[in-house]
Structures are given as C-alpha cells and as structure tokens.
C-alpha cells in the first residue's frame, strides 16, 4: 500500500491551518459558548448553537471524499457533531466496521479571572506562535486538526479506514448526553479498532505525548449553615462557632492540611508498576519542567522535588482543591461581622481505577456525618466520574506511534498519565474493550486550559495533526506487512 510522504504532507497541514483552520479557530473563540454546568441558560443565549453552526459549516466545505457531516440533537440535550467518513479509497474492501472514532469537544470553561493585558477569553489574540483566547486548545482545534489529517491522506491518495469524527458539547460538564448519543448512533459508530482523543495534554512542545491514563473526579459544593443572618462578631464570637472554622474542620477530615494526600480510602488504587516505569521515563525527560510550567510566585516551592513523584501525584495519587466559595465578602467589603454561612465547591480527582461512585459516597459521608456544633451541613454532588488506565498499547500502535513523532519532531514519543478526566475515554474502553487508544492533545506547558491566558501553541498543532496522519495511515496498513 502507499505510504505518507511526511514532508509533502507536512506542507499541506501547514497551509490549511494558515490560511482556513486559524481564522475559524478565532471566530470560535469569540463565541461564548460555556458548558451547560457553567450556562444553564445555554439553550435560550444560543451560544452553542453558534458554534455548532460554525464547526459544521466548515466541516462540509472540505473536499473529503464521501464524508457526510450532521448535527444530531435531542430535545433537552446538548448536539453531538458527526463526520462520517468512508474508507479510502471508494472500492476499498474493508466491511465499515474497522472504525477509527475520532473525539474532541465544542463546549468551554468559563471565563476565570487574571488573563494579562490585551488578552482575554472572548477575543483571540496571536502572539508569538500562540493563539490566546479561551477553548482554541480545550478543545476546539480537535475537529479541525481531524479532517486535517484524513485530507492529507487522500490528497496523496494514502488508504485509510472508515472514519467517525464525534465532537460532542458538555465534556466540560462531564459529559453526561453522551452516553445517550453512543447508544443512539450506536450503528453509525461502528465498531471501532482505534479511538483518538485529541482533548489530553503535552510534557513539552518538542515531541509527541500520549496519554495512558485519566484520573476520575468528584466535583461538589458543600455548605456550613451556622446562623440565621451575621452578626457582630464583638458579639457573637465565643458564643458561636464560626461557620469557616467548622468548614475548615470538614476540610480535614478529607485532605491533610499539611502533606496534602487524602484520607479517604476509596479515593485511591494501586499503581501499576509499568505506569511507575513510565513516570519515572517522562520525569527523566522533563526534569525540573515538571513544574516550572507552572506560574509559582517566587520562592513558592512543588510538593517534591523528584520529577517521578510530581507526575504520579498528578496522575494516580487523589487530589483536594477548593474551586469557589460563596458567604466570604470580598476583602474590602469585610466588616466586623460573624457571617452566618459559607460554601465552597470542592473539585476531587480520584486515582484513575478508583470507583468514583463509592469514592462518593465515602466523601458525603465524611463531610456531613456528626457535623461540629450541630451546624447544617451539606455536600452536594454535581458529578461524578471514573478515570482509566488504558489498555496495553498494540505492537502496531507503539510502532506507528514511534514513527510519527520521529517524522514530525525528530524526538521519540513519550507516555504519561493525565491529571484531568475525560470521561468519554472510560466510558468508551469499557463499550469497546478490543479498541486501541490514542489519546493525545496540545494542552502543555503554561497553555492553562480552564485558567486565564490559554493558548492554543500552533506549529505544535500543526505537527500533532501531522501525526494523527501518520497514525491513521498505519492504522489501516496495519496487517498488510
């Protein structure tokens, strides 16, 4: 069978990003489109429709051989985009079930504070390779950087399998329509032999990364309700509990305050001795990156210093932060008042084989069983959802894998586990035990998806997309050798 010629691909990606891929990545930036859990609205402000609209109209014009392109929607969900996309060429005689299921999300984090001058998260901006603006990199490069690299092969006329590009819109909600849309597509899905995610992240912008697995996560809002309305705290204050403090108490009986590791037993799994392998590999080729990607204040020092240990922390070890608070004045608007309640919306990452509904349940439990003083005191699940540990990688795969960072990068490909959840992948490994995964993405140093000033770094794109080519030629070629 034909093989991809690498550099004559490599200069057409990099022209269909320039002049097509970039300016629609910057309309769809502006568009405000935030995930259900943080628009409950979204139906009536019509965002997503927009964006929607925006990605399929693109999708349509590319000049790929066969593809049909529909937004599926049910009343009350948020809509799927489907590109099917038959095998290559035409009288190919593969039967449509060796899928390859292509993944990405339309959907985006809100706003956050802090983005820097001349920055924000509804208007791109291009400096020095990077496009800033909030979802160009989590996720909305994922359907572009797809089709790309299908158009590559059949430009050069390279076999490929059949193809389903499935870009749903509430990952950042934890995906909870999807599972409705597997079953209902279910056909049209196929069978698939590789799915690819293109929502992970990167060590660096030098090689290709791939993700071998995904914590899961409990996302939660709990309240500490202490008096009826504040009071002076001249006169309240050794009389009644201070709802903070009781908070803070709760807290402990979750993380400890002083090592950070958690102290509830379902939170945790046991790490196997190849993802210990290949952390150690990763931290080896990342070194001191391992957290100087992150913005530290200065003298701010990680919780370790060995690059091993960072990346299983931040891959398999479970994990506390409080991402919101409700009750606390703003600095400036404190008075001398004993307030009468406090919430905080807590984010748990959970080690990626642990149960995520018994690690729940465990945490409900702590958090509101025998409650100091009597307060009322109340966890309230929003989500909940299992990590992974990917399945082994396939001979064929780790080969093609291998060949496709060394064409794009010139450096070998490196495996690492992922600090954040996709719920779909989990899902996905389950229904389609015999398929083999790549999961990839840009999110690397500093790009700070969910924080301000995310950017999208464009010759990593570009060279990933490149990639993904790569991989799908092999993906079909795979048992001609």
Not at 66 to 71: A, F, N, Q, S, T
Not at 104 to 111: A, N, T, V, Y
Not at 289 to 294: D, E, I, K, V
Request: proline fraction near 6%.
């Amino acid at each position: 069978m034909k093989k991809i010629e690498i550099s004559s691909a490599a200069e057409s990606i990099n022209a269909w990003w320039s002049d097509s891929i970039v300016p629609q990545l910057c309309d769809y930036i502006r568009i405000p489109n935030k995930s259900p859990m943080f628009d409950p609205q979204w139906q009536a402000n019509g965002h997503m429709d927009r964006a929607v609209a925006l990605l399929r109209d693109w999708c349509q014009q590319q000049p790929i051989a066969g593809m049909k392109v529909e937004v599926v929607r049910d009343s009350g969900r948020t809509p799927v985009l489907l590109c099917e996309i038959p095998a290559y060429p035409a009288d190919d005689d593969t039967d449509g079930q060796d899928t390859v299921l292509l993944y990405g999300h339309l959907d985006k984090q809100p706003e956050f504070t802090g983005w820097s001058d001349g920055l924000s998260p509804w208007e791109p901006v291009m400096r020095d390779g990077k496009l800033y603006g909030r979802g160009g990199a989590d996720d909305g490069y994922a359907v572009f950087a797809s089709l790309a690299a299908i158009r590559a092969l059949q430009e050069q006329g390279v076999p490929h399998g059949r193809c389903v590009v499935l870009i749903e819109a509430c990952e950042e909600s934890g995906s909870v329509d999807l599972p409705y849309y597997v079953e209902t597509l279910a056909k049209r899905l196929g069978t698939p032999s590789l799915v690819v995610c293109l929502d992970a992240g990167s060590g660096n912008y030098e090689q290709m990364w791939c993700t071998t697995s995904l914590r899961g996560g409990v996302v939660g809002n709990l309240s500490v309700d202490v008096l009826t309305e504040g009071v002076h705290s001249g006169l309240g204050t050794g009389v009644a509990a201070s709802a903070f403090r009781i908070l803070r108490t709760l807290l402990s009986r979750l993380e400890n305050e002083v090592s950070g590791d958690l102290l509830i037993d379902e939170t945790y799994a046991p790490i196997p001795a190849e993802r210990r392998d290949q952390a150690r590999k990763a931290g080896a080729v990342l070194g001191e990156q391992t957290f100087r990607s992150l913005p530290f204040v200065e003298g701010v020092q990680p919780l370790s210093d060995s690059p091993e240990e960072l990346i299983l922390n931040n891959t398999w070890r479970p994990s506390l932060a409080v991402t919101g608070a409700d009750g606390l004045p703003a600095v400036k608007d404190g008075g001398n008042v004993l307030l009468p309640a406090v919430a905080v919306k807590l984010s748990i990452r959970l080690a990626p084989t642990a149960d995520a509904a018994a690690a729940a349940a465990a945490i409900k439990r702590a958090l509101e069983e025998d409650p100091p003083y009597g307060a009322r005191v109340r966890f309230e699940l929003q989500m909940s959802g299992a990590g992974c540990d990917l399945p082994p990688t396939a001979p064929w795969l780790a080969r093609a894998i291998q060949q496709a960072s060394q064409a794009a990068f010139g450096r070998e490909a490196i495996y690492l586990g992922t600090g954040g959840g996709i719920p779909f992948i989990g899902m996905l490994a389950k229904r389609f035990e015999q398929a083999q995964f790549l999961i990839t993405g840009v999110l690397g140093p500093n790009s700070n998806a969910h924080g301000p000033n995310e950017f999208l770094h464009l010759d990593y794109a570009r060279k990933l997309t490149l990639c993904v080519a790569s991989v799908l030629a092999d993906h079909r070629q795979r048992g001609s050798s």
